[in-house]
């Protein structure tokens, strides 16, 4: 997945707190390519400069579309008795939980979840709340389902210290086609901003969470988990520079208030940040329960898509969110413009038997009163916050 990076992007974006157009210029190559992200304007803003009139008559333009798909779901918070119920023999398989799940997933380029828990694996011993390490044979499970990229940053993340963090890392790097971010094993790597390459798109993926429930890294190395309470700038300078070097900027952040719906003045605060700084899309996780989606200028800002699978003990704790987007981008004589389209979501549902000794996630589109009372009114409750902060949001179409 890993491609060539781009140079001397030229990023275009309204901006959020004023309402001016924003122009950066800059060369790509000895060609002069130039980068947008949105050219829908007709007239030159106030101030910008107009093109002269060509005394030669221009050929027809040159075009060429590249286009790439997005599914996204919320935290995988492996509880003792999610793991438990996946016990086979002497392993553990977990295809069975998410296994309606994975021919949605599969039909999109990019499949993005947040692993909530460390994937130590059984030789550091399995744990719960409120220090969780999970069996590797989960990360199997999802890969099977089709995701490649995966959140490992938040709150979470140093519940094994730096030995769960490197036991989790060298896991999902011996899984070929998979992107993870948030967690590193040296400070090069944390300092590295690669550039990935999907259907002609190249895409950053980036992942920061807002503190680690009172953990710290050790002193000397402070770079295995990027926190954004300890180094906000680092995070707003971190999307500055993947903007100038991608199409899309994807950033997974863990945020906001567990168990509130509506996300908090912080969030919607940061989030215009982050779009201001040349975020597209933004994928929210942290409060175990979905919150809505809202675009912000050309970019589109998922708060909270709430819980892909766990043992929690409310019913919005079981209610999830899927989301998937379209990545349209254009090249006319060199000039490139990209735009996140078809914003869309639906529900998720986790399922547990009364014993809690078998789960399964299943949209709400297969539920039934049988796994789930009243379903239907429980769907018409939940969906409505999809759309509480904008109803252009698309409900259903992830499939």
Known sequence: MAGNTKKGKRHLRKSIKVALIVLAVALCGAVGCKVVKDHNRSTPSAGEPTAEPSATPKGPSEVKEYHASMFMTGDALIHGAVYRSGRKGNGYDFSGMVDLIAPIAQKYDLRFYNQETTLG?????????????SPQEWGDAMVGAGFNLVSTANNHSLDKGFPGIEASLNYWRSKEGVVTA??????EEHDALPVYEINGITYTFLAWTCGTNGLSAPSSKQYIINDYQKDMQGMIDQVKRANEISDVVIVSIHWGQEYVMNPNEHQQMLARQLVDAGADIIVGNHPHVIQPIEKIGDAVCFYAMGNFISAQAKLYNYVGMMGAVDIHKTVTDGEVSVKIENV????IYTWMNSAHTAFRVIPFSQLTDKELKDHEAVYEKYKAYITKMDPSIQIGGVE
């Open 121 to 133: 694996g059984t030789a550091m011993g399995l744990s719960g709340y409120p220090r969780f390490n």
């Open 344 to 347: 869309r979501a639906d529900l």
């Open 182 to 187: 948030g967690t590193y094993l040296t400070q």
